[in-house]
């Protein structure tokens, strides 16, 4: 469905909500800022710049919505930032978050400055994710990872303790001997270094991967490999449905000799999979906003995530996952941002031995 047309089954929406009496904010000559804690480059752009216009769309009196970019110590930063806007109540200041974002928080990172429980969720939007290989060592790639293990990778990262946490894990489950380069901003600097051939392995998050990865496939200069996959309704992990035909993270691992798929590092992997893409982004709005402005953006979100279309134009750009909004956003949020104390051991003691990293 073309763009114009879906926004105007999106206005329809919100008019007639409006005409019942349920929205009391409005928004008339306003600018909203949208800010996200990474670069312009990866996966969350590409999450912001899809629901930012259909936000613009769908709340009352159409303001414009700028996303905002404020990159900086493994999304840290522009979390920090947040924290320190929760007098801001007004509906102007919303804030979207990643498993980047997450983790630091469930590892009791010093950086960390923000406090979940300060913030109000809005929309709560799974993904997924996506590892790829060069075509000569995706060619030793057959449904496990048992011939790859004695090559030398370098993967462009964010840092250890951001949402990169997940595939560093998981190559070391794998028996992969992978060299991070950290410091990168985004995960879309993570691919440019991998097209530059700075790089021989690479993960992007659903969205970037389709917008930017894809095309690399399509040319033969990357192969998929495995997707991070997703969960059903009993808590499993399975195929990511936006990737059906592709193997998931928890396949290859059991089909890899040196992978498990039971013990305490499969415990801590999957919690961290499920703060991930599970739940991996999330708009916020302070917590000084009032119960009418937090009213008013559901009820935009609601129309927008339930309009005529919107799943097929959210699959084209993100991928096919849920997106919640009300008691479901906070509830996919609150399993999100927490973590056992057998899972967060495990992983604090992996970050000390290969990295160096200690959280006190």
């Known amino acids: 469905m073309k763009r114009t047309s879906f926004g105007a089954t999106v206005a329809a929406a919100i008019v007639a909500i409006a005409a019942q009496g349920a929205l009391a904010a409005d928004f008339s000559g306003k600018t909203i800022e949208y800010t996200i804690p990474f670069s312009e480059s990866g996966g969350s752009a590409k999450w912001a710049n899809f629901f930012a216009p259909l936000l613009s769309d769908a709340l009352p009196g159409n303001p414009t919505v700028v996303v905002r970019y404020r990159p900086g110590a493994g999304s840290t930063e522009g979390a920090n930032w947040f924290q320190g806007q929760q007098d801001e109540g007004d509906g102007l200041t919303i804030f979207g978050d990643s498993g980047s974002t997450k983790f630091p928080y469930l590892l009791g990172d010093p950086r960390v400055r923000y406090e979940y429980q300060d913030w109000q969720p809005v929309l709560a939007s799974a993904t997924g994710g996506v590892v790829y290989l060069p075509p000569d060592l995706a060619e030793k790639f057959d449904g496990d990872m048992d011939d ?27 028996g992969l001997d992978v060299d991070p380069v950290f410091g990168v901003e985004g995960r879309g600097d993570g691919r440019l270094m991998f097209e530059r051939g700075e790089a021989n392995i690479d993960y992007q998050t659903s969205s970037a991967y389709l ?64 703060a991930g893409f599970a739940n991996q982004k999330t708009i916020f709005l302070p917590s000084s906003a009032s119960q009418d402005v937090v009213d008013t953006y559901t009820e935009a979100l609601r129309s927008i995530v339930t309009a005529e279309g919107f799943m097929d134009t959210a699959a084209e750009v993100l991928g096919v996952y849920p997106q919640l909004v009300a008691g479901g956003a906070i509830e996919a949020t609150n399993q999100a941002t927490a973590i056992s104390p057998e899972a967060k051991k495990y992983v604090l003691d992996w970050l000390m031995e290969d990295y160096g990293i200690s959280m006190n």
Not at 148 to 174: C, I, K
Not at 221 to 237: H, K, R, Y
Not at 244 to 266: I, L, Y
């Open 148 to 174: 790859l293990g004695d090559e030398v990778y370098l993967y462009g990262s964010q840092g250890a303790t951001t949402l990169d946490l997940v595939p560093l894990l998981a190559f070391r489950m794998l």
């Open 211 to 274: 917008a930017n990865v894809q095309p690399l496939v399509d040319d033969g200069l990357a192969v998929p490999i495995f997707s991070w996959g997703a969960l059903d309704d009993a808590g499993n992990i399975v195929r990511d449905p936006t990737f059906p035909d592709m193997p998931s993270f928890k396949e290859v691992c059991e089909a890899t000799a040196a992978c498990e798929t039971e013990g305490v590092a499969w415990d801590a992997i999957k919690a961290f999979i499920i």
